[in-house]
């Protein structure tokens, strides 16, 4: 089993930051890629960001490039979301979620889920 814990959510304004952090419990977590998705409301849970087992590889979800970036620090157990330039859109539940081998864009393919923290972006 491995528990994930998110934090870091809050109100910002457009064009504000925010950083994330997915904190880890159980099983060796550096063994297991890490997601980030996010949820808002009346709409499907979609694929913002994920990492490597070692961070060695990162993807995307296009709408997010350039503004987002995943990190992760094995020794602390943590995978962190950085987000620049937020933008309305943003605003929803973000969770971290974990699965063995490479990483996937795809919901169904994580084991492990984050309760979810929430992300409002005002304009």
């Known amino acids: 089993q491995v528990q994930l814990v998110e934090s870091g959510g809050g109100l910002v304004q457009t064009g504000g930051s925010l950083r994330l952090s997915c904190a880890a419990s159980?099983?060796?977590?550096?063994?297991?890629?890490v997601g980030w998705f996010r949820q808002a409301p009346g709409k499907e849970r979609e694929f913002v960001t994920a990492?490597?087992?070692?961070?060695?590889?990162?993807y995307y979800a296009d709408s997010v490039k350039g503004r987002f970036t995943i990190s992760r620090d094995n020794a602390k157990i943590t995978v962190n979301l950085q987000m620049n330039n937020l933008k309305a859109e943003d605003t929803a539940v973000y969770y971290c979620?974990?699965?063995?081998?490479?990483?996937?864009?795809?919901?169904?393919?994580?084991?492990?889920w984050g309760q979810g923290t929430q992300v409002t972006v005002s304009s």
């Open positions: 979620a974990a699965k063995r081998g490479m990483i996937a864009a795809c919901v169904s393919m994580y084991d492990y």
């Open positions: 159980g099983r060796t977590f550096s063994n297991y890629a």
């Open positions: 990492i490597s087992w070692n961070g060695g590889g990162t």
